[in-house]
């Protein structure tokens, strides 16, 4: 196989991708129960704003 065949297989957001899912897979070991959705977005380091309820603007102004 050459080696420009082997560099098509290179990608860095499916490899970001598969270093989150295999953080989760490791966190999820520990735990002796199931992770809450926003327990999940915390270990993927998704941070979720609520909107302001008078003005509908998110947290961060």
């Given amino acids: 196989m050459s080696d420009d065949a082997t560099n098509d297989l290179v990608d860095g957001a499916l490899a970001d991708e598969i270093e989150l899912v295999s953080d989760l897979v ?36």
Avoid: C, K, N, Y
Avoid at 36 to 46: K, N
């Fill in 26 to 61: 490791v966190a999820a070991s520990t735990s002796p129960r199931h992770f809450t959705p926003e327990e999940v977005d915390a270990l993927l380091g998704i941070r979720t704003e609520q909107p302001d309820p008078i003005t509908g603007a998110d947290a961060t102004g």
